[in-house]
């Protein structure tokens, strides 16, 4: 079994739906408490072992690269006034040297596309995939649990994060349909990008984390449109199914879509609820705002 070392992160999104926040601002650099969402992402991917990171960006999304490099005068600032901790912070955060790529999708043409141009980034290799808009809290983070469920299963096959939601709300997503167990995961049937309500497999959606063969980047060369007459992953992957085998893992963990307000607002909540030197103050505060006694 080829190792999983390197992740792709499409972060070339316009976010319109946090307009004007991200008028000027990438929405990956949204704070959660205190850290950027892409940076709960990349960490994640850390902690699973990835070697590489591969980010496809665009225009006015730079500040993300910055954001993983050093910072020479704010480091030295921190030194000259003996912050250790913020310095070691800072310290920690960093990926090492030569292990960030960033390539641009010159045109907004959908996910699928911009999976695409990492094609040269990420070789004849199996990858991961995810996407920073979704957040997973979890004891055991959720693409180490995917990684382990793939070494698991034991053979080069295709893997994607699944859990369950309201049925109302599935044509929100790509969604799977359920076949045999096999270890940890299911064998995934069929694949919708955004059913039209009522028509969805299943309501078990796809969750923003895949591992996937690198045989995804001929099927996405096709460029051809789907759902929102835009490039999307979900149809390369239901091409791709044709030729090898797709399994869903049931991650443990709770998701946070912080690509809606809805999901951001409860992802701030629930991170800072989980903050030790956080928690005790901002429970409070949350009850004062909620009238709860
Ligand atoms: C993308 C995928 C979709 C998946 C979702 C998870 O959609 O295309 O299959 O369910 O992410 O958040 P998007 O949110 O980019 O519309």
Redesign the pocket.
């Known amino acids: 079994m080829q190792k999983i070392r390197k992740a792709v992160f499409p972060v070339a ?1 316009l976010g319109t739906r946090f307009l004007p926040a991200t008028k000027a601002m990438p929405k990956e650099m949204l704070p959660v408490v205190d850290r950027p969402l892409i940076q709960y992402v990349v960490e994640e991917a850390r902690e699973a072992g990835i070697e590489h990171f591969i980010f496809v960006t665009g225009r006015n999304k730079s500040v993300i690269e910055d954001h993983f490099d050093r910072q020479f005068e704010l480091e030295l600032t921190l030194a000259e006034r003996g912050k250790k901790s913020d310095l070691e912070l800072l310290g920690r955060d960093l990926p090492g040297p030569g292990t960030t790529s960033f390539t641009r999708q010159q045109t907004p043409l959908g ?1 699928g596309h911009a999976v695409w141009c990492a094609r040269e980034l990420v070789g004849h290799e199996p990858f991961a995939l995810l ?1 920073p ?2 957040l997973v809290q979890a004891k055991k983070g959720c693409l180490a649990q995917m990684i382990e469920a793939y070494l698991a299963i034991g053979e080069a096959a295709n893997l994607i994060a699944v859990e369950e939601i309201a049925p109302d709300l599935a044509h ?4 799977v349909g359920v076949g045999k167990r096999k270890k940890q995961a299911f064998e995934i049937t069929t694949m919708v ?2 059913p039209p309500r009522g028509t969805a497999p299943s309501n078990r ?4 984390r895949y591992i996937l063969q690198p045989e995804i980047f001929d099927m996405l060369a096709a460029q051809e449109r789907g ?2 007459g835009e490039i ?3 149809d390369a992957m239901i091409r791709l199914s044709q030729r090898q085998p797709f399994y869903g893992l049931e991650f443990e963990g709770r998701t946070f ?1 912080c ?1 809606s307000k809805l999901g951001f607002l409860s992802a701030n909540v629930a991170y800072a609820l989980a903050r030790d030197d956080i928690a005790p103050d901002f429970r409070a505060e949350l009850k004062r705002l909620t009238g709860e006694r």
């Open positions: 999104g996910l996407l808009d979704v929100m997503y790509g969604v990008e955004k959606i796809i969750t923003g759902a929102g999307q992953i979900t879509d690509g």
